[in-house]
């Protein structure tokens, strides 16, 4: 991951899945809040940030039946799906996405190795693009 140096096409794709994720959130009243304070929380407590990466590492390996260590998209179906169950949970509702929306964040993430699917590093780089691009 530290090698990772995005492409411009790469960082405009995955700025296009942010933004979509953005304003589905910001659709649904006092949930961007809600989801910035988790956020917040993430980048400030070493502990909190080690259990919300060893949930998604969780999820991973859940919706990764064949256990390659990457996700096609029927296996990155059950991931998303395990992802907005578990942000209902937190915020008692959560945004749906359309088939068309998820196969679009899956070729997203899969824009980011040259491997086919995608793998826990993926999501790693596509964090760090977004973080960069902030700045």
Same mark, same amino acid.
């Given at each position: 991951m530290e090698n990772?140096?995005?492409?411009?096409k790469q960082k405009e794709i995955i700025m296009q899945e942010i933004n979509l994720n953005l304003a589905k959130i910001s659709a649904v009243p006092g949930l961007m809040e809600k989801q910035q304070e988790r956020m917040k929380k993430f980048s400030e $407590? !070493?502990?909190?940030?080690?259990?919300?990466?060893?949930e998604v590492t969780n999820f991973f390996k859940k919706a990764d039946v064949n256990n390659d260590g990457r996700l096609d998209l029927a296996e990155y179906r059950t991931f998303?799906?395990?992802?907005?169950?578990?942000?209902?949970?937190l915020y008692g509702e959560w945004p749906e996405y359309?088939? $068309? !929306?998820?196969?679009a964040s899956f070729k997203a993430y899969d824009s980011l190795s040259a491997e086919p699917g995608i793998s826990?590093?993926?999501?790693?780089?596509?964090?760090?693009?977004?973080?960069s691009m902030k700045k």
């Open positions: 990772f140096v995005p492409t411009e $407590d !070493e502990n909190f940030k080690n259990e919300l990466v060893a998303h799906n395990l992802g907005i169950q578990r942000k209902k949970e359309t088939e $068309d !929306e998820v196969e826990l590093e993926d999501f790693g780089n596509s964090k760090n693009i977004f973080y």
